[in-house]
């Protein structure tokens, strides 16, 4: 707070410059209390996934399959294939065209996590258009 004497006068002038001090203190104070309060509102929600009624679509003529077994095995069509050379064998199932679309389907008792790990290889292998396959629920 700035205050200017003047000894000549008797009276104090006004001092028309605004104190921030207090706003810089309560705008620290929210800022803790929010950054404490964030990770807090964030909650954990189970999900029951349901089954897909979308409209299927036309089948291309030669569908290339990637199929992960119940015991975490792979096979292109009937094909059995080996997780290190995944990226090279559907190369040669494509013929070099990484446009084509792959159609991934996994047992229903392979978990999230394994599909996802396929999808990642399938990523990096260059092959960024994939189709999840299942059962199609009746209406």
Request: avoid cysteine.
């Amino acid at each position: 707070m700035a205050v200017h004497l003047d000894h000549g006068k008797d009276e104090l002038e006004e001092a028309h410059e605004i104190n921030v001090t207090p706003f810089i203190d309560v705008m620290l104070v929210l800022l803790i209390i929010f950054m404490v309060a964030a990770p807090l509102a964030t909650v954990d929600v189970s999900v029951d996934l349901p089954a897909s009624s979308a409209q299927p679509q036309q089948r291309p003529p030669k569908p290339i399959f990637l199929t992960v077994k119940p015991d975490l095995s792979l096979s292109i069509g009937d094909e059995p294939v080996q997780r290190e050379v995944l990226g090279t064998a559907l190369e040669q199932a494509t013929n070099g065209d990484k446009d084509v679309r792959i159609f991934l389907r996994a047992d229903k008792v392979v978990s999230y996590g394994d599909v996802m790990e396929v999808m990642n290889q399938l990523r990096a292998a260059g092959f960024l258009k994939v189709a999840l396959v299942g059962v199609e629920k009746s209406p």
